[in-house]
């Protein structure tokens, strides 16, 4: 079993930032690909980023590019969020797979851990 905990939620303005961090525990030497995923109000879980278990490859969805950066030391994954929209207001989760076959996949249903979330709310 795996143990994912996410913090650094919290409010902001538009043009923002926040870091939110993901620390995995448990069978914490098994997580290989770590995915940001995040769900607005009344939406699906939908995916914002990705990272191979040595950090040398990433995945962004193509609406955060240039204003997200996910990376990682070890079994604590990070997202600097910066330039912050208020279409970014989500709760954020992170998730893991317990293997690494090269990809870094944008499903859900291909992560086998989760975290609880932790809210981002952007005002305008």
């Known amino acids: 079993q795996v143990q994912l905990a996410e913090s650094g939620g919290g409010a902001v303005q538009a043009g923002g930032s926040l870091r939110l961090t993901c620390v995995a525990s448990?069978?914490?030497?098994?997580?290989?690909?770590v995915g940001w995923f995040r769900q607005a109000p009344g939406k699906g879980r939908d995916f914002v980023a990705a990272i191979s278990w040595s950090g040398v490859s990433t995945y962004y969805v193509e609406s955060v590019k240039g204003r997200f950066t996910i990376s990682r030391d070890e079994n604590t994954v990070y997202l600097q969020m910066n330039n912050l929209e208020p279409e970014d207001t989500a709760v954020y989760f992170c998730a893991s797979r317990t293997y690494y076959d090269g990809s870094l996949p944008t499903a859900e249903y291909k992560y086998d851990y989760w975290g609880q979330g932790t809210q981002v709310t952007v005002s305008s």
């Open positions: 448990g069978r914490s030497s098994t997580t290989y690909t």
